[in-house]
């Protein structure tokens, strides 16, 4: 399964969730750290699903940039 996984840059570190898996998120001091853990999270949230006989979610979230002119 392939899930888009949304990564932001903070101040001071990355953070990263999951639009498909609500409540599946992950932070760490950089943009590999945060990928490995988002992993990490998302593997643990879909084995904690299935543990308490929740479907697991196909994912459905896309993702487009959009080329806008600066103002």
Sequence with gaps: MHYLVIVEKGPSSYGAHVPDLPGCVAVGETKDEVLTLIREAIEF???????????????????????????
Aim: hydrophobic fraction near 30%; glycine fraction near 8%.
């Design 45 to 71: 949230h879909l084995e904690g699903m299935k543990q308490d006989g929740e479907p697991i979610p196909p994912p459905s979230s896309t993702s487009e940039l959009v080329e806008v002119e600066a103002a």
